[in-house]
């Protein structure tokens, strides 16, 4: 279902025309729709909500980071001699076993991640001129200044001897939906939720439009609603899952 419509249904089914132009593009229906997007990505921690990340590793690199991560299952390198999959441990560890500055590693194959901290302090850090241990981090910029608020991301050991195409698996927002019109041509987003489930979505929208608006009745109502649709799409990436766990064997 196209994301216009998904709003304008919103719209007529919330009652809420005031969230809408007269041209039916936005007015604050975006608002709610995309809470309730995140709302449902965070009931499900299976099914569509996985996703593989995949980036280009160059020699010496040590940060691989996106917008959108939620958490990290797997982690794999590749290139052309195979795949490995690297080792999770903990960011102290990491940092205890590797303890030198990441220039001085001896590179290889990484072999293990951990989840990094990307975030500097004060949140509007601009320069570690002159610092050590601080390659991981992302700094603020005023032509870019919501850089670590938006991204989650891994610190990978040792360092890549070349390039390798990286993998994170694991479980990600939908992307943030949008709708503009230029002329009669709209240009608009998409997701799992509003080609595949639209009246869950205008379900999870209404019920945050209630719960923000402390009309608790109603929200609970709508709230019980998503659990019962979504709990039945949990069960069948459940039992997918299930499936999915048999032991292979020659």
């Known amino acids: 279902m196209n994301y216009s419509d998904v709003r304008k249904k919103f719209a007529e089914l919330s009652g809420r025309w005031d ?6 593009e936005d007015a604050g229906a975006d608002f709610f729709l995309n809470a309730g997007q995140k709302y449902l990505d965070r009931m499900m921690d299976s ?3 996985n996703a593989r990340y995949p980036v280009i590793m160059s020699a010496g690199t040590i940060v691989a980071k996106t917008v959108g991560l939620r958490s990290i299952r ?4 590749a290139n052309v001699d195979g795949k490995t999959q690297l080792s999770p441990c903990s960011l102290q560890a990491l940092r205890t ?3 030198e500055e990441s220039g001085s590693v001896v590179q290889g194959c990484p072999a293990y991640y951990a989840p990094a901290i990307l975030r500097p302090f004060p949140d509007t850090l601009a320069s570690v ?8 981090l992302l700094l603020y910029s005023g032509t870019a200044p919501a850089q670590h608020f938006n991204y ?6 040792p360092p890549p001897n070349s390039t390798y195409t990286l993998q994170i698996w694991g479980l990600f927002y939908s992307p943030t939906l949008s709708a503009t019109l230029s002329g009669s041509v709209w240009t608009q987003t998409k997701s799992f939720w ?5 009246e869950i979505l205008i379900e999870a929208a209404i019920y945050k439009l209630h719960s923000l608006y402390n009309n608790t009745s109603s929200a609970a109502d709508y709230k019980l609603a998503l659990f019962e649709d979504v709990t039945g799409m949990n069960n069948d990436a459940a039992d997918e899952d299930c499936t999915g766990n048999m032991v292979m064997g020659g």
């Open 19 to 24: 969230l809408l132009t007269s041209t039916y």
């Open 47 to 49: 099914g569509k909500m």
């Open 74 to 77: 797997e982690v794999w390198v």
């Open 97 to 99: 076993y590797y303890d």
């Open 129 to 136: 001129t002159g610092m050590y241990d601080v390659e991981d």
């Open 152 to 157: 989650n991301g891994i610190i990978v050991m």
């Open 194 to 198: 509003t080609e595949v489930h639209p």
